[in-house]
């Protein structure tokens, strides 16, 4: 086994993220496997202290964190690998990091699990139509006093799942449960995926045909783009509910306008396109649809899985192991 060494590290990321991500026990146990200032963030490699540059080996990466090009990596030469505590690298690594072979690792298996609970949440709350119920029964609780609509429930209900990313993966796997049928479509699929144990595969139409829930968790992709449009949104049955929290373009948005005001179609959006969308526009007045604003990936508390992956990434590498979630340049061209 590769002796345990302390590297320099250094966080470089929003100012105010690393107390979000790291409670005092975690810094601890981070200063124990690394040398790094905690009270140290960097914000912008023109101005970052010169010989912390040149000695840093590992970057704790963030939202927020300063692009990593060419020109920094001669600043720093001893920078062997870039750990990021959140989910895409894309925003903020050059060719140059996978050109000069860096380790890059990625916490975005730990913000699948808030955003699966929430799309878990809105799936089971479609169901009941519930949406419909906080918009119209404050308003006019007499609408509400009739027998509801016998189709309201999760009892058999069949769910479609576009997408076997890590997003799409944790929320079939909390579907279980429950009394629900989970199709899945994914191009990618290998025959003998463990995911197939629990969601059936069909083609995207056959999934939007059978399913009346249907939740988008593929990546945005030049390919993903519009994916899902009114051919897709037309076999979903009237008042069928579409989740969407991966990205606003996979989903033709004039498409699922249309539906929402022609057939009843409902909707759930945490992402828009443009984010928010402007005052006046429809999606923003339906009474089938429920905006949130970006709120399903990690939030408060939930910023503290993303700071022990990290940690515990950084803890891989001091002892010489190898990292738990690695990102690769070839990986980049199919997540988000």
């Not at 890590?166 to 989970?182: M, N, S």
């Not at 996979?250 to 022609?262: M, P």
């Not at 979630?325 to 988000?336: I, R």
């Amino acid at each position: 086994m590769t002796a345990r060494r302390t590297p320099v590290a250094a966080f470089a990321m929003r100012p105010d993220l690393p107390e979000q991500l790291f409670g005092a026990d975690e810094l601890a146990a981070l200063a124990r496997v690394a040398d790094i200032d905690t009270g140290l963030t960097i914000t912008d490699f023109g101005t970052a202290p010169a010989a912390l540059l040149d000695a840093v080996e590992v970057l704790i990466t963030g939202w927020g964190a300063p692009r990593i090009g060419a020109a920094e990596l001669e600043r720093m030469p001893r920078l062997r690998a870039i750990v990021h505590a959140a989910g895409t690298v894309k925003g903020h690594i050059d060719d140059a990091v996978w050109e000069r072979g860096l380790l890059v690792t990625s916490a975005a298996s730990a913000n699948a699990y808030p955003v699966a609970e929430y799309t878990l949440a809105m799936i089971l709350l479609a169901g009941k139509r519930v949406p419909d119920y906080i918009r119209g029964y404050a308003a006019d609780p007499s609408a509400y006093a009739q027998e509801p609509d016998p189709a309201i429930g999760n009892f058999g209900r069949t769910v479609g799942i576009v997408g076997a990313s890590r997003v799409g993966r944790r929320v079939i796997e909390l579907l279980q449960p429950f009394d629900i049928d989970v199709l899945l479509y994914d191009p990618y699929l290998a025959p003998g995926d463990p995911v197939l144990r629990s969601a059936q595969p069909v083609s995207l139409d056959e999934l939007f045909d059978r399913s009346t829930i249907v939740s988008v968790h593929a990546p945005l992709l030049p390919e993903t783009i519009g994916m899902i449009g009114a051919a897709q949104l037309d076999l979903l049955p009237d008042g069928a509910t579409l989740i969407n929290t991966a990205r606003a373009p996979i989903v033709d948005q004039e498409a699922l306008t249309a539906a929402v005001r022609d057939r009843g179609l409902r909707a759930v959006l945490d992402v828009t396109d443009p984010e928010p969308l402007p005052a006046g526009h429809p999606l923003r007045t339906f009474p089938g649809v429920v905006l949130t604003p970006h709120v399903a990936g990690a939030l408060g508390t939930e910023l503290r899985r993303l700071g022990e992956c990290a940690l515990h990434e950084v803890e891989r590498f001091s002892a010489g192991e190898p990292a738990e979630h690695p990102v690769t340049k070839e990986a980049l061209t199919a997540v988000a």
